[in-house]
């Protein structure tokens, strides 16, 4: 494999790892926004992101964390999916690659031996 080129990414590959990204990253900032919400040294009645995260648990019945660790987790769980396929993709067509270049050393073996021989 002395000449080879590189694989690229094809574009579905960089689509799905681009959503897992952002699953990853929205999760992180829900997780963020709910410690703020528990852990602020601000008057209940006052705190906008305080009322923001009721509004949220009354609609989907799950704090800014709890949700924050599902997309989290979601996005991993994609992300790892993801890299599994592709890799599996890349070793296949290194394995063609390297079985392709063993057939054509063969082959020039055979033919130098020949070559020699008259």
Known sequence: MKNSKKLKLSVQEIIFYSISVILAL???????????????????????????EQAYISLFGMSFTNWGLVLLAIGLVVGVIVLCIYATRHDREVEKIVRREARLNAQRKILDAEVEEK
């Open 26 to 52: 929205w999760g992180i900032v829900e997780i963020i926004l709910g410690l703020i919400v528990e852990f602020a040294n601000v008057r209940i009645d006052e705190f906008p992101l305080y009322q923001a």
